[in-house]
């Protein structure tokens, strides 16, 4: 009697695993049907922003789709995609670089697989979905488009340094995949004539306070950065981004890096990110800089950012002469839903997260850039001298010009404020 009654338990146990597993499918498959609906209108949205002549060349996108199952019974939260969409204006022009680029694919995230283990395996340290980039290289044009998610700050009492150092892998680990694939890289020369935009929610943030107690849910270092957002002084939130961004300190944009600038300027011209990690050197054809020195920025070691200049920095706060409007302020963080004007959520520090970097060999110099510029640059003769080789060649600096940046408040659909960018090529 007790073996029929455990075989029908068994029986019952097997039959509600199969009735969850059949829910489970039909719950995917309809989510899945949302998402193509939803996608199809957002692309629509997009196409109808565009002239008739302009044609899709990319669209890639790495992560998981939204599970109602658990992996060891915990619900995962789902992270959505990182995506790259890319148009391109004119029928013949589009179709040859559709056909010539090279889209790659880098997951660098450390989240579990919200899918069951056993139908999913879990993914390989450092390589799930909900981190990393989407890059599309283009040869024909010399470009290298990026759409990037890293790390963010999931922990309180946890100084910035920390998290910095696990974004600066994830960007070499990127950094890698790009100038290390074997379709792009011919030659040192075709290596070299790439030039990056990247853009997404690169997570680094603001700190004005790193102390343990400081670091708090709404603790000592939010209070800080919130009350100068919240009196809203032009100067005020200049000097915040200028003095506390961490990208910018590791890009070496901040005032805090000026004068050790100045004694380090073109000693990085385009350095091939090729880092002895036991003699702490970067190699750059076959001779070395000493980078021990704190002066020189951690990020221009990663030749993906060597010469890259951050858009927020240098169209809304290296000028002195912005006013107000032309400020951009923190896109990061706020409640979901929250009608404008949002405030910031004491989650975490109010930060600009959302970031896009641009290679100065895309943009037009401006004069008042080059006290700053890691380019070292000759204004008169137009000309760039390389310190290391004792030789002039011609400036290489591009047509683009930034046209528009800024904000778009009114969208609330995430804990953060959109950023965009109109950059006219002439």
Same mark, same amino acid.
């Given at each position: 009697?007790?073996?029929?009654?455990?075989?029908?338990?068994?029986?019952?146990?097997?039959?509600?695993?199969?009735?969850?597993?059949?829910?489970?499918?039909?719950?995917?498959e309809e989510t899945k049907k949302c998402m193509v609906e939803q996608d199809e209108e957002f692309l629509s949205s997009i196409?109808?922003?565009?002239?008739?002549?302009?044609?899709?060349?990319?669209?890639?996108?790495?992560?998981?789709?939204?599970?109602?199952?658990?992996?060891?019974?915990?619900?995962?939260?789902?992270?959505?995609?990182?995506?790259?969409?890319?148009?391109?204006?004119?029928?013949?022009?589009?179709?040859?670089?559709?056909?010539?680029?090279?889209?790659?694919?880098?997951?660098?995230?450390?989240?579990?697989?919200?899918?069951?283990?056993?139908?999913?395996?879990?993914?390989k340290p450092s390589q799930s979905p909900d981190k990393g980039a989407i890059c599309l290289a283009i040869p024909s044009l010399?470009?290298?488009?990026?759409?990037?998610?890293?790390?963010?700050?999931?922990?309180?009492?946890?100084?910035?340094?920390?998290?910095?150092?696990?974004?600066?892998?994830?960007?070499?680990?990127? @950094?890698?995949?790009?100038? $290390?694939?074997?379709?792009?890289? +011919? /030659? %040192?020369? &075709? =290596?070299?004539? *790439? !030039?990056? #935009?990247?853009?997404?929610?690169?997570?680094?943030?603001?700190?004005?306070?790193?102390?343990?107690?400081?670091?708090?849910?709404?603790?000592?270092?939010?209070?800080?950065?919130?009350?100068?957002?919240?009196?809203?002084?032009?100067?005020?939130?200049?000097?915040?981004?200028?003095?506390?961004?961490?990208?910018?300190?590791?890009?070496?944009?901040?005032?805090?890096?000026?004068?050790?600038?100045?004694?380090?300027?073109?000693?990085?011209?385009?350095?091939?990110?090729?880092?002895?990690?036991?003699? @702490?050197?970067?190699?750059? $054809?076959?001779?070395?800089?000493? +980078? /021990? %020195?704190? &002066? =020189?920025?951690? *990020? !221009?070691? #990663?030749?993906?950012?060597?010469?890259?200049?951050?858009?927020?920095?240098?169209?809304?706060?290296?000028?002195?002469?912005?006013?107000?409007?032309?400020?951009?302020?923190?896109?990061?963080?706020?409640?979901?839903?929250?009608?404008?004007?949002?405030?910031?959520?004491?989650?975490?520090?109010?930060?600009?997260?959302?970031?896009?970097?641009?290679?100065?060999?895309?943009?037009?110099?401006?004069?008042?850039?080059?006290?700053?510029?890691?380019?070292?640059?000759?204004?008169?003769?137009?000309?760039?001298?390389?310190?290391?080789?004792?030789?002039?060649?011609?400036?290489?600096?591009?047509?683009?010009?930034?046209?528009?940046?800024?904000?778009?408040?009114?969208?609330?659909?995430?804990?953060?404020?959109?950023?965009?960018?109109?950059?006219?090529?002439?």
């Amino acid at each position: 009697d007790n073996r029929v009654e455990e075989e029908e338990e068994e029986e019952d146990g097997n039959e509600r695993k199969k009735e969850e597993n059949v829910a489970a499918a039909k719950e995917e498959e309809e989510t899945k049907k949302c998402m193509v609906e939803q996608d199809e209108e957002f692309l629509s949205s997009i196409e109808s922003c565009l002239s008739s002549d302009h044609y899709q060349v990319a669209d890639i996108a790495m992560g998981e789709l939204p599970s109602s199952s658990s992996n060891n019974n915990n619900k995962h939260k789902w992270y959505g995609f990182i995506r790259l969409l890319v148009y391109v204006k004119g029928e013949v022009t589009a179709s040859n670089i559709s056909k010539s680029s090279i889209p790659i694919i880098c997951p660098v995230g450390d989240k579990a697989s919200s899918y069951s283990t056993t139908t999913h395996p879990n993914y390989k340290p450092s390589q799930s979905p909900d981190k990393g980039a989407i890059c599309l290289a283009i040869p024909s044009l010399s470009l290298l488009l990026c759409s990037m998610h890293l790390a963010g700050t999931n922990k309180y009492n946890v100084p910035e340094t920390i998290f910095d150092d696990i974004r600066m892998k994830q960007l070499q680990t990127i @950094n890698d995949a790009c100038f $290390n694939n074997t379709e792009m890289i +011919v /030659d %040192d020369a &075709s =290596f070299r004539k *790439l !030039r990056p #935009i990247v853009l997404g929610d690169l997570n680094f943030r603001v700190e004005v306070l790193s102390s343990e107690g400081e670091k708090e849910r709404g603790g000592k270092d939010f209070c800080a950065v919130n009350e100068i957002l919240m009196e809203g002084e032009t100067d005020k939130v200049r000097q915040l981004f200028l003095e506390y961004d961490r990208l910018c300190l590791h890009l070496g944009h901040t005032t805090r890096r000026r004068q050790q600038q100045q004694q380090q300027r073109g000693k990085n011209e385009f350095i091939m990110n090729n880092v002895n990690e036991n003699e @702490n050197h970067i190699t750059k $054809n076959g001779s070395t800089i000493n +980078v /021990d %020195d704190k &002066s =020189f920025p951690s *990020l !221009r070691r #990663i030749y993906l950012l060597s010469d890259v200049v951050d858009l927020i920095w240098r169209e809304s706060f290296q000028n002195k002469q912005k006013t107000s409007s032309n400020v951009i302020l923190p896109t990061f963080t706020f409640k979901v839903g929250d009608v404008p004007p949002r405030s910031y959520a004491n989650k975490r520090t109010p930060s600009w997260t959302d970031r896009i970097l641009v290679s100065q060999r895309l943009l037009l110099l401006l004069l008042s850039e080059s006290d700053d510029n890691w380019i070292c640059c000759d204004k008169d003769q137009e000309t760039m001298h390389s310190e290391e080789e004792g030789i002039q060649q011609p400036l290489l600096v591009g047509s683009g010009e930034v046209t528009s940046i800024g904000t778009n408040d009114d969208i609330v659909l995430s804990d953060h404020i959109p950023l965009h960018c109109l950059i006219h090529f002439k």
